[in-house]
């Protein structure tokens, strides 16, 4: 009776206790708000599908920071399960606060991955064996992850 009571009190100082946490995800699924009603550019041909996301910032702090070792876990999820884990093998920060940080993902073969970060703004590529994403700022923060076709995209 006594325990019992105790897991209650526990549970009422510390509410996250006893919860399953979120995955530490990089980004999440964007969502407009009144303050963003401004739709994205068209796609482009060589897109084969897009989505917006919103960065935790917390998470992007710690990726920016070339003395943050060893990383805590922070997963990131494209257009298909499963989320994939990053492993950071590269941080390199300027004084101007822009971050190149580069790496692979855990567990999975034939990976890259490089984002550019410069305050919250982002832009980054990740290869997944033949398959290329890119994650572009657009405007005003905002931004959005795309799944493209190499093949169809210009030279850069």
């Known amino acids: 009776m006594l325990a019992?009571?105790?897991s209650v009190c526990a549970l009422a100082v510390h509410p996250g206790w006893g919860q399953e946490a979120d995955p530490p995800l990089l980004w999440r699924?964007?969502?407009?708000?009144?303050a963003q009603v401004q739709p994205f550019p068209a796609k482009k041909p060589?897109?084969?599908r897009e989505r917006e996301i919103t960065f935790d910032l917390r998470l992007l702090a710690v990726l920016k920071d070339a003395a943050a070792r060893p990383?805590?876990?922070i997963l990131i999820e494209l257009f298909q399960a499963p989320a994939y884990e990053l492993d950071v093998t590269s941080t390199v920060s300027r004084l101007s606060d822009l971050s190149t940080v580069r790496g692979t993902l855990k567990n999975t073969?034939?990976?890259?991955?490089?984002?550019?970060?410069?305050?919250?703004?982002?832009?980054?590529?990740?290869q997944i064996g033949e398959r290329l994403y890119k994650i572009e700022h657009v405007f005003n923060g905002r931004h959005r992850l795309?799944?493209?076709?190499?093949a169809?995209?210009?030279?850069?």
């Open 4 to 6: 019992a009571a105790w």
């Open 109 to 126: 073969v034939k990976t890259s991955w490089s984002m550019a970060i410069s305050g919250n703004l982002v832009n980054g590529t990740i």
């Open 29 to 34: 699924n964007g969502s407009l708000d009144a």
């Open 46 to 48: 060589w897109v084969i």
């Open 152 to 156: 169809k995209m210009p030279a850069e």
């Open 71 to 73: 990383h805590s876990q």
């Open 146 to 150: 795309l799944e493209v076709d190499p």
